[in-house]
């Protein structure tokens, strides 16, 4: 079956830990996204990708990087200098054009231990 | 700016009733796209409908409809004899034809429909 695949579903990270979020898709997608949801608040962008090696920060970038290595991967890491980072972390991605729905994986919650 | 406002934050209604979600964007494009989302409780957002900014065509899928004006800036979505499945979160998003592929999303309105 095609889709994305987000890992692990729940994740705990120390004071001054990095942590990184894996994102597969096999849907042959070139975009892919990360957000960030919040209670009340929606969806953040974080990092987009469009083309492999390529990716741009959203609206919220700061405290999170990024690697596009491979088309159907894309891991987002929460640094340490992400300093309110518990929350729930969406990974989705898109044929490229902005009339294409972007299809979602099943997310990771994050908590600070 | 674009935006989308999903000014009912939360809604409950008794199963077999009908209810309508309101989305009311702002966009200085021409074209540009809309699109509704349902977030269960499992958390995945599922894809419900798309619509773009020169078809104003209102559509029916089942027990959904979308009614979509140009003229309000807004793109509705009503469900029809609800039931308690259809409980989750519901996010109205829009996106601009030149924005490098990225949604933006409202902040969702959350039903619940009691049995």
Redesign the interface.
Known sequence: DGGITQSPKYLFRKEGQNVTLSCEQNLNHD?MYWYRQDP????R?IY?S?IVNDF?K?DIAEGYSVSREKKESFPLTVTSAQKNPTA?Y?C?S?D????????????T?LSIL | AQKVTQAQTEISVVEKEDVTLDCVYETRDTTYYLFWYKQPPSGELVFLIRRNSFDEQNEISGRYSWNFQKSTSSFNFTITASQVVDSAVYFCALSEADRDDKIIFGKGTRLHILP
């Open positions: 975009a009340g608040q929606g969806l962008l987009y469009q741009q959203g729930f969406l989705a898109s490229r054009g902005g009339d294409q729905p972007q299809h979602f994986g099943d997310g919650r």
